[in-house]
Every structure is written in structure tokens, then in C-alpha cells.
């Protein structure tokens, strides 16, 4: 199966638990990985053809921009859940990274797949 990737993918946000975190936006970072069946986009070189990237991108950056999460395991989880069922991809590889959640050049994130390789 072919998979189509997004790297470095930035929005500010609310996210976390303590009391400063829950006023001030901070900065969150996505990379994913997920399952398309190209052939068709490949062969037609028509975009509705394929999984839209930009449409994607600007979709998650909208609904992450008007969220508050605590945790970054809730804010992967739906993340996953938009991609899943908003854009009908099988199976999608998240690492949704926190850089500026600890101090110095310290990165923390999760990582979780939902779904199924085609």
C-alpha cells in the first residue's frame, strides 16, 4: 500500500494541565503517515483522485487552533479519529510532538497507529 506523508506540521494550541499551559497557546508539532491507494490520482493526475494534503493539513490546523486538550494522548486520539473518518484513510501513523513542553532542547511526544495497513 502507498502512503502519503506530512512532516513538521506546526500549530499553537492549549494544551496541558497546569495552570499557565491552560491560558498560553503552546506549540505542538505532527508527522504523519498515512495509508492511500494512489494508482488512480497517478494515472488520472486529477487531485480528487487522492488524499488532499492541503486540505488535510488545514483541517487538523483549524480544529487544533479552537481546541483545549490536557493530555497529548486525547489530542492524538482525535487527530487519528478526524483523519480516519473525515477523509476515509484506513490506517494512519501519528507523532504528535510537544518540543517546548520541557526545558532546553528536550522533544516529548507520543506515537500511536489506528487502523489497519490495506
Not at 43 to 65: H, Q, R
Amino acid at each position: 500500500m502507498d502512503r502519503i506523508f506530512i512532516r513538521n506540521l506546526a500549530v499553537e494550541t492549549i494544551i496541558g494541565i497546569y495552570d499557565h499551559e491552560r491560558v498560553t497557546p503552546q506549540r505542538v508539532m505532527l508527522e504523519l503517515e498515512m495509508s492511500a491507494d494512489i494508482a488512480q490520482a497517478a494515472s488520472s493526475d486529477d487531485i480528487e483522485s487522492t488524499l488532499n494534503y492541503k486540505t488535510l493539513s488545514e483541517t487538523l490546523v483549524e480544529f487544533l487552533e479552537n481546541s483545549r486538550f490536557l493530555l497529548i494522548e486525547t489530542m492524538a486520539e482525535r487527530v487519528t479519529e478526524i483523519i480516519r473518518q473525515d477523509f476515509g484513510v484506513q490506517w494512519v501513523k501519528l507523532t504528535l510532538h510537544k518540543p517546548d513542553a520541557l526545558p532546553g532542547d528536550i522533544d516529548v511526544g507520543v506515537i500511536i497507529e489506528r487502523g489497519q495497513m490495506p
